[in-house]
C-alpha cells in the first residue's frame, strides 16, 4: 500500500517516534511529508524511510490559538496545501500524524479523493487545547477522516467527548521492538560513572522539558527524600518553552539540589540512561495521552512511578507493573521514591513482572499487525466504493 504520512513536527517528539515504527513496514512504497525540517527528518534516513520536507515556512498556529489565529495561517499554507494534493494523488491514502498534518490532509484528502487516516496521539481536553483548536480537529476528522487511531482510551474518551465520532475511532497502543531496550552491564556501570552517579539512587525523568510534563514535581519531591537521591532529567524543551527551563534551574538553586539534580539535555541513549537508573519518574501535571517513557522503562526492566491520569492509568497497574501517584502531588511522590529505596527486592520483583508483560503487550510487530489490518480493511472499503461509483 502506497502512503503518504504527514506530521508538522522536524522535531523527535513521541508522536515522531512512533510514526517511525509505523511508516518501516510500508518504507518501500510510501513517503514522509514534513512541515518543518530538523533531526526527525534525520532519523527517518537513518531508518531508509523516504522522506521530504514539504515547506520552510512556520505555521504559526498554537495550542491555544483562536479562530482569527487559525484562519489567518491557513491562508498562509494554501502552497502548502497545493503541493499536498498533488503528492496525494500518487499514494493510496494520507495519514496524518499530528493536527496539522490533519488540517492539511483533510483538504487534500478532499480534492485528491484519497482516504484519510488520523492517528491522535492528544486528548483534545481543555487541558491541552484552545476550543477552536479542538474544533478545527474534531471537524475535520469527523468530515474528512475515514479512521482515526487514538494511543490509548483516554485520547478516544477525549475525542469523543469533544464531539468526535465514535464510530471511526480505533484504538491502538505504541509499538515498541523489546531488543532496543536491552543493555550491557559494563556500559552502564561505565555511563553511571561517567555521570558520577556511584553510590547513589538514581530517579530518572525522562521527558521534553514542558511545565506539563511536570519536571518541576520531581524537584520538589527530592527535596523531601533522603540525601543519597539524585535525579536525572533527560530531555530538552523541544517547543519553545525556555521559561520553564530557567524555572526549573531556580528552583534547583533555591532548594539547594545544585548536586542532586543533573539536565542532561535531549539524548538519543534513552535506553542506556534509563538501565542507568534506580527508578523512572513520570510527572505530567496533565493528563498524559498514551506515555511512551512509561512503557520504555519497563522494557528496561525499571520500576516506574507514573501519574495517574489519561493513558497512564492504563499501561501502571499499581503495586503490579509499576507504582501511581496522583498527579502534581510533590508529597506522594518523594513517598514512592523512599519506599523503594528501602525495598529493593519488592521493586525489583515488580519491575521484573513488568518487563515481561510489557514486551508482549506492546510488541511492535503485533501492533504493526493491528494497524496493517486497520489500513487493509480501509483500502478493500475504498476499492469497493469506487467500483460502485464506476457502475452508476
Ligand atoms: N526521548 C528521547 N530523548 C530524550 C527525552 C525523551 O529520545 O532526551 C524520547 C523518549 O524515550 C520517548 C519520547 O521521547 O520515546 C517521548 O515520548 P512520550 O510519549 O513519553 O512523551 P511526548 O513527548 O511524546 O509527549
Ligand atoms: C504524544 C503524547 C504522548 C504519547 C505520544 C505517542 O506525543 O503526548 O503521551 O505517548 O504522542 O503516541
Redesign the pocket.
Known amino acids: 500500500m502506497k502512503i503518504l504520512f504527514l506530521d508538522q513536527s522536524g522535531k523527535?517528539?513521541?508522536?515522531e517516534?512512533c510514526l517511525i515504527d509505523i511508516a518501516k513496514p510500508y518504507k518501500d512504497s510510501s513517503l514522509v511529508g514534513l512541515f518543518a525540517d530538523g533531526s526527525f527528518r534525520n532519523l527517518l534516513e537513518q531508518n531508509h524511510i523516504p522522506v521530504q520536507v514539504l515547506t520552510n515556512q512556520v505555521i504559526q498556529v498554537r495550542k491555544e490559538s483562536s479562530l482569527a489565529q487559525g484562519l489567518g495561517s491557513l491562508a498562509q499554507i494554501l502552497p502548502l496545501i497545493s503541493k499536498v494534493v498533488q503528492k496525494a494523488r500518487e499514494f493510496d491514502l494520507i495519514y496524518a500524524n499530528t493536527q496539522k498534518a490533519l488540517v492539511v490532509g483533510a483538504l487534500a484528502s478532499f480534492f485528491s479523493r484519497r482516504p484519510l487516516v488520523y492517528h491522535l496521539?492528544d486528548i483534545l481536553s481543555p487541558e491541552h487545547f484552545s476550543q477552536t483548536n479542538r474544533r478545527i480537529a474534531v471537524t475535520c476528522a469527523n468530515r474528512f477522516a475515514s479512521l482515526v487511531i487514538a494511543n490509548s482510551q483516554a485520547s478516544q474518551a477525549g475525542f469523543v467527548a469533544a464531539g468526535g465520532r465514535s464510530d471511526i475511532t480505533e484504538v491502538v497502543y505504541?509499538g515498541f521492538d523489546p531488543k532496543n531496550y536491552q543493555t550491557h552491564e559494563s556500559d552502564v556501570s561505565q555511563i553511571r560513572q561517567q555521570l558520577g552517579l556511584d553510590g547513589q539512587f538514581v530517579v530518572g525523568h525522562?521527558?521534553?522539558l514542558a511545565p506539563w510534563?511536570g519536571q518541576h514535581i520531581l524537584i520538589e519531591a527530592l527535596a523531601q527524600c533522603p540525601v543519597d537521591v539524585t535525579a536525572i532529567l533527560?530531555?530538552?524543551a523541544?517547543f519553545g518553552e525556555q521559561e520553564y527551563v530557567q524555572h526549573l534551574h531556580q528552583q534547583v538553586t533555591a532548594l539547594g539540589l545544585e548536586n542532586r539534580v543533573k539536565f542532561?539535555?535531549?539524548?538519543?541513549d534513552?535506553p542506556l540512561l534509563m538501565a542507568a537508573t534506580d527508578l523512572v519518574a513520570?510527572t505530567s501535571t496533565a493528563p498524559?495521552?498514551?506515555?511512551?517513557?512509561?512503557v520504555?522503562a519497563m522494557l528496561c526492566g525499571k520500576p516506574i512511578v507514573a501519574a495517574k491520569a489519561g493513558g497512564a492509568v492504563e499501561l501502571v497497574e499499581h503495586g503490579v507493573n509499576g507504582f501511581s501517584v496522583t498527579p502534581g502531588k510533590p508529597d506522594e511522590l518523594a513517598q514512592v521514591i523512599t519506599t523503594c529505596l528501602k525495598e529493593p527486592q519488592k521493586i525489583a520483583t515488580i519491575a521484573h513482572h513488568a518487563q515481561t508483560t510489557a514486551s508482549q503487550r506492546f510488541d511492535v510487530t503485533a501492533i504493526n499487525q493491528q494497524i496493517a489490518v486497520l489500513l487493509n480493511k480501509l483500502s478493500k472499503r475504498t476499492q469497493n466504493s469506487e467500483l460502485r461509483t464506476q457502475e452508476k
Not at 523527535?12 to 508522536?15: C, E, K, L, R, S
Not at 498524559?288 to 512509561?294: L, S, Y
Open positions: 523527535p517528539g513521541g508522536a517516534l496521539h505504541n525522562f521527558s521534553r510534563k533527560v530531555g530538552d523541544l542532561l539535555g535531549f539524548r538519543s534513552v513520570h498524559e495521552p498514551f506515555g511512551r517513557v512509561i520504555e
